[in-house]
């Protein structure tokens, strides 16, 4: 890398920079020195930089790494780290742990692509270029959801994607765990949630009904266990990333439902777990068995998962299921509801309150901004404009629209790309060029968007390798605008992609290739940038005939 224009490489980009001339070289004799409370960032370090390097970097209280928390710098927030690489040491400093191992990532920027693989780490010395950086995010939330429910995927792969996010400096894997087609964590409470709701059979209906509609045409299942959740929760921890885990109600429910009947508006009913793809009409009943259900479930995740946030979906939810039931309407005329309609914003309000009690903050999708209860931190999709209705209410919120975020629909009009979610392209442009809080918002309305994220769901990314083709290079823009905030730079972002597919080459990212369809801008002009044709996209499906709906 050369070591007069480093901040053009470093991806997300960042705060401020500064080249200090020369260089630093890191061999096995270097080691590292932790001051107290560093060591898990001196740990990483090891990890990250040491092992596919081919150094120790042992720990020494002379050492010429050194690693420090100082809360005089409490200035930089919980990320923020001041980076200083001279030519005889390197100091990486903090207010706290998490802005240190954001600097560890920094830090493996900074060495050659080599670096990061393994593949030369015989040769027994790198070089950083020297420079002073001080780093501090825009927003405190920058997440990544990966839709699990549809497609189950690998413990292992789930990890690499935490990886991948840590090296762009995310912080959130939004992890969606169940769904009408697939319940994937279990509850010891339930166990048919598992050898029932974890199966979906194939669809005899072929890839397309008659309605237009989408099916599964192979039949699908995998789920957890308790003990690899709980891993996934302290890898993703040692990288300073929280996963937060969605677990669906009232709609979205038709794996639930098919594992217990009881827990619907009409019991003696057998259901199967969903092969379409779309929005299920099938939804929890009212009853209180409904609400020991939800409770029960609740505590079993809280216990795996100990982020603040828990997530439970709410959005997509008809209806009609409790406009029929007579019970449901009695229960909507008991509470003095104007019609079955509005017990889903008394049923979110019930489990929302259940989880403050237990000193969690609930989340959840929002379709227009106005629907959920006010202790809910909201996520927005549907249109850009519900961002603002609901900071104006006084929501804490997450704005993921959907033509901005959503990763599962092609990156261009190429006729190559792989089948995705039916839709107009989301192209490397739109995404980096996405402000969650636009600048002429009240100030008062901008804090209260903690930031934005990504979405992939799976109804048509079938495989790891097909989920990194449509993240990647679309999450580096996401990571790279979400973290510098106002300061989007398109142009100054292609250069530094540029050098950055280096790195994802040396880990083995399956990405879509730079050229002119993934460098077009919303005007219809290309940045320069060397023209590659896009990889063979793994085989895919037909396009299915239909409209599918905006949000799986």
């Known amino acids: 890398m050369p070591a007069s224009r480093p901040a053009l490489c470093l991806l997300p980009r960042p705060s401020k920079v500064s080249s200090l001339g020369g260089r630093l070289t890191l061999d096995r ?28 970097l042992a720990p020494s209280p002379d050492g010429r790494i050194v690693l420090a928390l100082d809360d005089r710098l ?21 207010a706290h742990l998490t802005g240190l191992l954001r600097g560890v990532q920094t830090i493996r920027q900074l060495l050659p692509p080599e670096a990061l693989s393994g593949g030369a780490a015989g040769t027994g010395s790198w070089e950083l270029p020297c420079v002073e950086i001080t780093d501090v995010p825009d927003r405190p939330w920058r997440g990544a959801m990966l839709d699990v429910a549809r497609r189950f995927q690998p ?5 690499r994607y935490v990886d991948l996010m840590a090296l762009h400096k995310l912080n959130v894997l939004h992890l969606h765990l169940t769904d009408d087609q697939g319940w994937r964590m279990p509850v010891d409470a339930y166990p048919r949630l598992i050898s029932v709701g974890s199966r979906r059979a194939r669809s005899q209906r072929g890839p397309t009904g008659p309605d237009g509609a989408h099916f599964d045409a192979v039949p699908h299942e995998g789920h957890y266990t308790k003990a690899e959740l709980s891993g996934l929760v302290r890898y993703a921890a040692e990288r300073g990333i929280t996963v937060v885990p969605e677990i669906e109600m009232p709609g979205h429910v038709r794996a639930a439902l098919a594992a217990y009947p009881e827990l619907g508006n009409h019991p003696e009913r057998q259901l199967d777990v969903w092969t379409r793809w779309g929005v299920c009409d099938t939804i929890l009943g009212v009853h209180e068995g409904v609400f020991a259900f939800c409770r029960a479930v609740l505590d079993e995740v809280m216990d795996v998962f100990p982020s603040p946030y828990i997530h439970i979906g709410g959005e997509e939810c008809p209806t009609t299921e409790w406009e029929d039931s007579p019970a449901a309407r009695e229960r909507a005329a008991a509470l003095g509801l104007a019609g079955p309609a509005e017990l889903h ?52 919120v997450i704005a993921a629209h959907h033509r901005a975020t959503y990763l599962d629909y092609v ?44 979405q992939l769901w799976t109804e048509y990314a079938r495989t790891p390798e097909e989920i990194e083709y449509l993240s990647f290079p679309r999450l580096c823009a996401l990571a790279d605008r979400s973290w510098s905030g106002g300061r989007g730079d398109w ?62």
Not at 37 to 55: I, K, Q
Not at 360 to 366: E, K, T, Y
């Open 29 to 56: 004799d270097t080691a590292v020195r932790a001051l107290p409370g560093s060591e898990p960032a001196a740990d990483l370090l090891r990890s990250l930089v040491g092992r596919p390097a081919g150094l120790p």
């Open 411 to 454: 990156q261009s009009g190429d006729p190559s790309e792989p089948v995705a979610q039916p839709g107009a392209p989301v192209p490397l442009h739109t995404v980096h060029g996405y402000e969650p809080a636009p600048h002429d918002w009240p100030e008062a309305e901008r804090a209260r968007v903690l930031g934005t994220q990504a």
């Open 155 to 159: 413990i292992g792969f789930v990890r």
């Open 345 to 396: 914003g008394w049923f979110m309000g019930r489990i929302g309150a259940f989880l403050v009690e237990r000193g969690r903050i609930p989340l959840g999708w929002v379709e227009n901004g106005a629907e959920l209860p006010p202790e809910f931190t909201v996520m927005t999709w549907r249109d850009s404009s519900h961002a603002r209705a609901a900071a104006r209410r006084g929501h804490q």
């Open 491 to 552: 142009p100054g972002f292609v250069e530094r992609l540029r050098h950055h597919t280096a790195r994802l080459d040396a880990l083995g990212v399956r990405y879509r290739a730079l050229d002119a369809h993934s460098l077009t801008t919303t005007a219809g002009t290309t940045t320069a940038a060397s023209a590659s044709p896009p990889p063979t996209p793994s085989p895919s499906p037909s396009p299915s005939a239909g409209t599918a709906r905006l949000h799986p």
């Open 74 to 94: 409490g200035g930089l927030g919980e990320e923020g780290y001041g980076l200083t690489v001279a030519p005889q040491a390197l100091q990486l400093r903090a």
